[in-house]
């Protein structure tokens, strides 16, 4: 080789990527020990010297991985971030977490900052609102990408989307429920019109169609505070509901509270689901019911995504829903 050989070089001639020929140099637990000895073979082959100094003018776009999540307040939320952290931080990687409270505006800025602060990827979880001004900044960056639990940029080319399959959830719950013997079921939360709301939605609608049953949605914010109120108004403007599928667990555990205030019993005479499967639902009275959605296991499943698409080059696919199940309790099958 006439030229002095770079890093390109060596990565080409070790069959790995660039980041993981910047990995080596930084000496980082994620890489394998004989990928590393195959790197550090090349580079005696070519004569590869490391330059330590320009390697730290880059390193502010090396190992760092933005994480923007629209609630974290939302323990469904909190625990997704939660977990994709340790697994980053298991591979040698450190992340920067950003809640943005479901305020576009703050979503643009966090985003805009981490870019500047030269972050080698970016997981979001977005809000509603003004997308182009959080995605385009992205895609004018050229950063790995990817929406996860909400997609709100349609362009999932350039931004992936993967989420659990929240239509097999609803589909799964209404079954359980018809099979139960309810006859009233409603869904109870989440904004009226906004994608994950119908997609959650979407499975509960089409299995009441199969059994000729009349669907009810009660929307609302997704929280305790509108699931407690709901409870307490089902009695006097809907007294014919004998069931219900929220659209999270914290609506769910409002519902509950309600109930209690009322003295009216959940799981024989009211049946309940939530959405989920936080870890409150095993510990209240009676325990919720819940579409489990691995959480923890989709949080570890992105943050293998985004490396290999970072380190690797391997594009996710567009989109991804991974697989849900329905977690039994007391409150579809009885207190006892």
Same mark, same amino acid.
């Given at each position: ?172 719950? +209404? !079954?359980?429920?018809? @099979? ?8 109870? *939360?989440?904004?009226? #019109?906004? &994608?994950? =709301? ?83 639902? +095993? !510990?209240?009275?009676? @325990? ?8 923890? *296991?989709?949080?570890? #499943?992105? &943050?293998? =995504? ?31």
């Amino acid at each position: 080789m006439s030229r002095r050989p770079t890093i390109v070089d060596v990565a080409r001639a070790a069959g790995v990527s660039k980041s993981t020929v910047s990995l080596v140099f930084q000496k980082s637990p994620a890489v394998k020990a004989e990928t590393r000895q195959a790197v550090q073979r090349v580079m005696a082959d070519l004569g590869y010297v490391y330059n330590r100094n320009a390697a730290n003018l880059r390193s502010n776009r090396v190992g760092l991985i933005g994480v923007v999540i629209n609630d974290l307040r939302n323990p469904f939320f909190a625990e997704f971030a939660t977990s994709l952290q340790m697994a980053l931080s298991q591979r040698g990687y450190a992340t920067v977490i950003a809640n943005t409270d479901e305020d576009p505006m703050l979503q643009a800025q966090v985003v805009g900052s981490m870019i500047e602060h030269g972050v080698s990827a970016v997981v979001i979880s977005p809000t509603y609102g003004a997308e182009e001004t959080t995605f385009d900044p992205l895609h004018r960056a050229r950063l790995p990408v990817m929406q996860v639990l909400r997609k709100v940029d349609p362009r999932v080319g350039l931004f992936p989307f993967t989420a659990p399959d929240y239509r097999r959830g609803g589909e799964i719950a +209404a !079954q359980h429920l018809v @099979a139960s013997g309810a006859q009233n079921i409603a869904f109870v *939360g989440g904004q009226e #019109g906004r &994608a994950v =709301t119908q997609e959650r939605m979407s499975g509960y609608l089409a299995t009441l169609q199969v059994c000729g049953l009349p669907p009810l949605a009660l929307h609302g914010r997704p929280t305790r505070a509108f699931g407690r109120a709901t409870a307490l108004d089902l009695a006097r403007s809907h007294p014919h509901v004998d069931a219900a599928i929220c659209f999270n667990d914290l609506v769910a555990l409002g519902m509950l509270a309600g109930f209690a205030e009322q003295g009216r019993p959940v799981g024989r005479d009211f049946r309940l689901i939530g959405f989920d499967d936080i870890e409150d639902c +095993a !510990q209240v009275y009676p @325990a919720l019911t819940s579409v489990h959605c691995d959480i923890a *296991g989709f949080g570890a #499943g992105v &943050a293998q =995504t985004i490396l290999a698409w970072l380190e690797d080059g391997i594009l996710p696919p567009p989109e991804v829903h991974t697989p849900v199940r329905l977690m039994l309790r007391g409150s579809s099958l009885g207190a006892s």
